[in-house]
Nanobody
Framework: QVQLVESGGGLVQAGGSLRLSCAAS????????MGWFRQAPGKEREFVAG????????YYADSVKGRFTISRDNAKNTVYLQMNSLKPEDTAVYYC??????????????????WGQGTQVTVSS
């Protein structure tokens, strides 16, 4: 079965950086788009970034454009989220997700069927 395991969360001061990783197993990783989502306390889960199955196309929420970068290493079955210039409002549990359908775009409208357990990111002011 598909397993997604996130790592790299933690506590950082505003303006700092973190890199999240998500290791995937269970299916041919390179066939599927990947996404990162987050959920802050009392708020709905929101799309942060997505990357196509090939890695050629990326998508970002307006709130993170220019600060976050999603990438993937198909040889390592891993997707990354580099987060720079972090703000207190970036504080949330971050989840990686894998598309359910082969060769999806990886944008906000992609159907993501598999989810990791989440990793906490806390940005102090």
């Amino acid at each position: 079965q598909v397993q997604l395991v996130e790592s790299g969360g933690g506590l950082v001061q505003a303006g700092g950086s973190l890199r999240l990783s998500c290791a995937a197993s269970g299916r041919t990783f390179s066939n599927y788009a990947m996404g990162w989502f987050r959920q802050a306390p009392g708020k709905e889960r929101e799309f942060v970034a997505g990357i196509s199955w090939s890695g050629s196309t990326t998508y970002y929420a307006d709130s993170v454009k220019g600060r976050f970068t999603i990438s993937r290493d198909n040889a390592k079955n891993t997707v990354y989220l580099q987060m720079n210039s972090l703000k207190p409002e970036d504080t949330a549990v971050y989840y990686c997700a894998q598309a359910g359908i082969i060769r999806s775009l990886g944008n906000l409208w992609t159907r993501y069927d598999y989810w990791g357990q989440g990793t906490q990111v806390t940005v102090s002011s």
